[in-house]
Structures are given as C-alpha cells and as structure tokens.
C-alpha cells in the first residue's frame, strides 16, 4: 500500500471535520430556492466546478490510517453519516413546502432546482446510504433505508448487498459495466436489471429458511411502505406538483448513483475459474482514487479498491493503494462522471488503462472477447 508506514491520528475532532463538506450543501440549496433564476443550478454547478477545481488544488491524500482504531474513537465520523438523514429530509421536503408556499418561482425553475436536489440526495445521501448499509447495528442499518427510499431506489441494500459484493466483475452483477459499454446503455441496463436481481436474491433467502417470497420478513414490503410514505408526504406538502418534484429529485439522485457505479468498476473482471465460479476479490477488481477533496465529499468511496477488498470497514479506515496493487483514476469521481456523459471521451481516456490493468495483472489471457460480452469465459490457461 501506498504509505504504509503513515498512520495519521483520525480519531481527533478536527481529523473528522473535512467529511463535513458536503454540509456545505444544505445553505447553497436554500440559496438556490430563495434566488431562483440562473441560482437554481447552483448545486449541480458547485459540485462539478468548485469541488473538481479545489480537489484537482489540493491533490492526492495517500496515507492510510491505523485499521485497527477502536470503535468508539470513530464517533465523529458515525455521528456526520446519522446526521445526514433529517439533513436531507429538511432539503427535500423543506424545500418542497417553500416552493409550494411562494411564487417567484416558475415551474422550469422548480424542476431545475429539485433536479439539482439531486446532488445532495444522490451524491450526497446515496454515498451515506452506503456506509450505514454495510454496518451491523440494525439502526445504522434502519437509517441507510430512510436515505434510499427517500429516492425511490430501496431496493438498492438487497443489490449491494446480496448481489454486487458477491459478483463484482462478473456476469452476474448487473453493475458491473463492461468494456467498452458507454454510459448511456448501462443507465438503461441497470435500471431494467438490478431491481429483479436484487428481488431474487431476497427470494432465495428466504427459500433457504423455507419461506416464501412473500414473507413480512422480505425487505422489499419495507422498501415498498417507506417510498409509499415519502411519496404521499410529497403530496400532502404540495400536491401533484410536490409529487413530480420529488421525482424529479429521485431520479437525478438514481442518475449519479448509478454514474457511480459505473466509474467504480468499468472494464474490470474477475477470473473466471469454470463452472461459473470467480478467484476471489482483490483490490485490483475496482478502480481506486487517493484524490483528497472528493473524497473528503464522497466519505472515502475513492478508496473503492479497500471497500470492495473490506467491506465491513468504515469509510475512515478505508486504504488506499498505488497502481502496483489497485488501478488508478486520473481524476476524482466529479471530473470522471462528467467524462463518462462523452462516451468516445470516455473511451480514449479509460480503454487504455483497461488494457494495461489487463497486461498487468492478467497477462497470460489472451482472448478477451468472452469478458467483454459479460459471457462465462472458458477458464484461462494456467
């Protein structure tokens, strides 16, 4: 690992406050509503030029912290990720009660400024979401469900859970994108497969306790009640209005998850070992950036390659690698998802490091083809 010897002191207060960035979001979304006009996409505008610049400024954090810091010297960083969910029920809905309750704003700007509440349910909530879904106390857990449903994407616990964690680089994860799959096909993709991937894989849960899948023990009915609820609040502050709004921000959310997704993982795969069976996760099967700002914002979600490798390690501890263990992206996430909108760029910035990560660690494969398709390849000569 990159740094090794470099074990910084993160259970201080002031180690803890630069994840506090994305805080920085709750005033520039009620700015945004109280302006309206142009100042409507001032989140999407600050979190693709004013973070990208200043994370492109301070450039790469590579020290790693000490993995066995104890629980309870993380309490800063677990009080940020539970203190996110009123943060954002206050911005979504608290913004939708403004919006309904004045009229200096027209409905383009309405829409325009909840698309931009994307940012803050999406790359924000989501990113949070996360972190609590992979925690064993089941109120970290409750909280992670809160922020999903709060996008309409509940589902999203049972897919990262049950199904991408297990088949990350394989055919089976609807998530992985392939090479040389623009960004434009795989939203589509994604949207069509991960919710059916992520149903049967409770349903087999539940077959293997001899259940059937409509057990009340099927998080779905939960993930269904939650999103019921927040869409029926919506239309209670605002009416039909309030509902397509909050849609309107769902779906941007959804969007930027899934661009997510789709940096984290491009190109790269697994080996296949015949019979459908996988090598083992390794750091170098997800794309990694030591890119400090971003991941100030992102709750450590760059280290992606230590996530995947642990992912029962909170964002604090997470480790990043160097491109001898895990291979690296030239940006933070927010230039790469605004590449990733350009698919010929997308394509000449990253199907050369898919080839050279593939030269690197897989040397002896010669056919790529069946990777490619997202096919069970034959298994490669040894």
């Not at 993995?67 to 029920?89: C, G, K, M, S």
């Not at 994604?190 to 059916?196: C, D, G, N, Q, S």
Request: charged share 20%; net charge positive.
């Amino acid at each position: 690992m990159t740094d090794a010897t470099t074990s910084p002191d993160i259970s201080r207060f002031s180690a803890a406050l630069p994840f506090a960035l994305s805080l920085l979001l709750l005033p520039l979304a009620a700015w945004s509503a109280y302006m309206g006009g142009w100042w409507v996409l001032t989140l999407p505008a600050a979190t693709l030029w004013f973070f990208s610049l200043i994370d492109w400024a301070a450039g790469l954090n590579t020290a790693n912290p000490d993995t066995e810091t104890a629980e309870e010297e993380l309490f800063w960083y677990r009080a940020l990720t539970a203190v996110w969910v009123p943060i954002q029920a206050v911005i979504i809905f608290g913004t939708l009660w403004y919006v309904s309750h004045t009229d200096h704003l027209s409905l383009f700007e309405k829409w325009a400024l909840f698309a931009g509440i994307g940012v803050p349910s999406g790359t924000i909530g989501i990113v949070y979401a996360h972190e609590l879904m992979h925690q064993k106390p089941a109120w970290e857990r409750w909280l992670g469900d809160l922020l999903m449903c709060m996008v309409l994407y509940g589902h999203f616990r049972s897919e990262h859970l049950r199904v991408h964690h297990l088949w990350v680089g394989t055919p089976r994860d609807a998530v992985t994108a392939r090479y040389g799959e623009g960004f434009h096909r795989f939203f589509p993709r994604v949207l069509r497969e991960a919710p059916v991937s992520a149903f049967r894989a409770e349903q087999a849960m539940l077959a293997r306790r001899k259940l059937p899948w409509w057990h009340r023990s099927n998080p779905f009915w939960r993930y269904a009640a939650l999103q019921a609820a927040f869409l029926a609040l919506a239309m209670l502050i605002a009416g039909w209005e309030g509902l397509f709004l909050f849609c309107t921000q769902a779906f941007y959310a959804i969007w930027q998850l899934e661009l997510t997704n789709y940096v984290e993982h491009y190109g790269l795969t697994r080996r296949h070992l015949g019979e459908g069976r996988y090598e083992h996760q390794m750091p170098h099967h997800s794309w990694n950036a030591a890119h400090r700002v971003s991941n100030w914002l992102l709750i450590n979600l760059q280290r992606h390659s230590d996530h995947h490798y642990k992912p029962d390690r909170r964002f604090p501890l997470l480790q990043t690698y160097d491109e001898t263990e895990a291979p690296q992206l030239p940006y933070g996430y927010t230039i790469m998802g605004a590449i990733a909108m350009y698919p010929r760029l997308w394509k000449r910035v990253m199907n050369p490091r898919v080839r050279a990560w593939r030269q690197r660690f897989y040397p002896d494969i010669e056919d790529w083809r069946p990777y490619n398709k997202g096919l069970n390849p034959k298994p490669a000569r040894a």
